[in-house]
C-alpha cells in the first residue's frame, strides 16, 4: 500500500503562486506514473498534469499549460506542482495520486490516492 498525503495548498490572490507537494510512505513511487488531479464544488474531479517514472514526459490539462509545473524527487519520495499566475478558476481541492501500471489523464487509471489539498484562488 502507498500512503500519500499532499501539503501547500492555501489562500492566494489571483495571479500569485503556490507550490504544492506530495509525500509518498509505505512503499517507493519511484516506478509509478504520479499525477495531479483537482476537484471544485460541484464539479468531477478533472486531471491537472502527470509524470511518469524517469520525469522524461509529462502531461497537463491545457487549463494548465503554461502556468503548472509537475515535478518529484524519486529519492524523497515526493511529487510536486509548481502553479504560477492562479485563476479563480483553479480554485480547487486538488489530490495527489498514483498509477502502477497507467500512464495518462483518466481518473479510473490511479490506484493510490491522497486527501487532498484545499487551493483557493481570490479574485
Known amino acids: 500500500q502507498v500512503q500519500l498525503v499532499e501539503s501547500g495548498g492555501g489562500l492566494v490572490q489571483a495571479g500569485g503562486s503556490l507550490r504544492l507537494s506530495c509525500a509518498a510512505s509505505g512503499r517507493t513511487i519511484s516506478t509509478y506514473t504520479m499525477g495531479w488531479f483537482r476537484q471544485a464544488p460541484g464539479k468531477e474531479r478533472e486531471f491537472v498534469a502527470a509524470i511518469i517514472w524517469s520525469s522524461t514526459s509529462t502531461f497537463y490539462a491545457e487549463s494548465a499549460k503554461g502556468r503548472f509545473t509537475i515535478s518529484r524527487d524519486n529519492a524523497k519520495n515526493s511529487v510536486y506542482l509548481q502553479m504560477n499566475s492562479l485563476k479563480p478558476e483553479d480554485t480547487a481541492v486538488y489530490y495527489c495520486?498514483?498509477?502502477?501500471?497507467?500512464?495518462?489523464?483518466?481518473?479510473?487509471?490511479?490506484?493510490?490516492w491522497g486527501q487532498g489539498t484545499q487551493v483557493t484562488v481570490s479574485s
Open positions: 495520486a498514483a498509477a502502477v501500471q497507467y500512464v495518462g489523464s483518466r481518473v479510473a487509471g490511479y490506484d493510490y
